[in-house]
């Protein structure tokens, strides 16, 4: 006889049931909180011996099928076939390779008991859209970055940890990262520019992979853009909105589609020149290759934008990037090109809960660490860094289906 469930488990299945009536109602907020709380019963109702055969065989092996597909174009071609399926000798000659059609059906098998694909049959098995959306470049270069580039990392962890006395890294040039590719003294950053230069490209397609499916910061139930920024715009200044340390464009790009003519003002994106150089935005965005790192041979700050007086300074997952003392340089090269009472400095970044993070924020803090040497932050420690840099915060806006935050800044 089965033992009966905890108060946990039946705390969290009245919770679903509230929470499936939003999802069916279109309830904002409801999908998420449906999936962290079945995530939660999944960790009640299991066995430790079931957790630990997920984490080190399941997880492990549907990892590995996922890399090896990449180099059979596996994914590409489940995405030629219909719903109904075909069977894994079918697919196996849609593959690169003249892949041995045993080994793909033990693919495909793992594949569907992970719910990656669907299995319609016996043998039989028919695409999703997580295995569709696997077989774009961004996805492909995502899984390389990771799976070939970075998983090192994790694995040379332990040997760092006790060389440093298991204390947390504070140093963007010698944490795990620097440890592994034996580059101490040399940032991440640095590292894919001098001397690996495929690993800078596949995590810039991370970074588009990871904006995909998300809440934008200037929706309307995000950041009031309109009241916010255009309004009150100076129609004679040079630029509306710079994008500092944009990558490929991505925000800039949809925020000028969005909003259109009504940006008042020029749009500026900013990078390192080999990402500038990839960035495909629309015409009227002026792309200026820069390095906020780089010193400026006219000042001994670290100058992140040149264009002065702007309304607005977007940061994307830059602050999380780095440490107190970068950031610092980073915003205080920022801070002479602003005008008081006008321009604001946006980051947008994830504000850390005091309790109750949930998952992505927690694994994100953790590979922050390993290759950058940073760290996520609270409400309190974000306001900590930018007081420091003479800055002081305006608003902090949630969107209830995004998992990171638009702070709103102002000089102090």
Not at 318 to 336: A, F, G, Y
Not at 370 to 377: K, M, P, T, V, Y
Request: proline fraction near 6%; charge should be negative; include cysteine.
């Amino acid at each position: 006889m089965a033992n009966p469930p905890s108060k946990e488990a039946l705390a969290l299945l009245d919770n679903i049931s509230k929470l499936s009536g939003g999802l069916k109602n279109s309830q904002l907020g409801s999908r998420e909180g449906l999936l962290d709380t079945c995530s939660r019963l999944i960790a009640e109702l299991s066995h430790p011996s079931e957790t630990m055969l997920k984490i080190f065989w399941s997880d492990p092996t549907h990892l590995a099928i996922i890399r090896l597909s990449v180099d059979i174009q596996l994914f590409q071609a489940l995405s030629t076939i219909d719903e109904a399926g075909k069977t894994s000798a079918e697919i196996a000659a849609k593959c690169t390779s003249q892949t041995d059609p045993v080994l793909v059906a033990r693919m495909l098998r793992h594949l569907a008991a992970m719910h990656t694909i669907r299995e319609t049959g016996p043998d039989t098995f028919a695409p999703t859209t997580l295995s569709n959306t696997l077989a774009e470049p961004a996805y492909q270069d995502t899984i390389l970055f990771l799976e070939d580039d970075f998983h090192i990392v994790h694995l040379k962890s332990p040997e760092y940890f006790k060389q440093h006395g298991y204390s947390s890294p504070n140093s963007g040039v010698d944490g795990p990262f620097q440890y592994a590719f034996d580059c101490k003294g040399k940032h991440m950053f640095e590292y894919f520019q001098s001397s690996a230069p495929h690993m800078g490209k596949r995590f810039a397609s991370m970074m588009d992979m990871w904006s995909k499916g998300r809440p934008r910061w200037f929706d309307e139930v995000y950041y009031p853009v309109k009241e916010r920024l255009i309004s009150g715009a100076e129609s004679d200044a040079e630029a509306f909105l710079v994008d500092v340390g944009g990558g490929s464009g991505h925000d800039i790009d949809d925020l000028c589609k969005k909003f259109g003519s009504e940006i008042p003002g020029k749009l500026v994106l900013q990078d390192r020149p080999e990402i500038i150089d990839l960035a495909q935005v629309d015409a009227s965005i002026e792309k200026k290759a820069h390095d906020f790192l780089t010193e400026q041979p006219e000042s001994p700050k670290y100058v992140a934008d040149p264009t002065t007086g702007a309304r607005a300074y977007y940061l994307h997952s830059i602050i999380q990037d780095w440490n107190d003392e970068v950031n610092t340089r980073i915003l205080k090269s920022i801070v002479p090109a602003m005008k008081k009472g006008y321009s604001k400095i946006l980051v947008n970044d994830f504000v850390v809960p005091n309790q109750g993070a949930v998952w992505p924020q927690t694994a994100l803090d953790w590979e922050l660490m390993a290759s950058l040497g940073a760290r996520h932050r609270t409400e309190a420690g974000h306001k900590e860094l930018y007081e420091g840099a003479g800055l002081r915060i305006t608003g902090v806006w949630r969107h209830p289906q995004s998992l990171d935050s638009l702070i709103e800044l102002e000089l102090a």
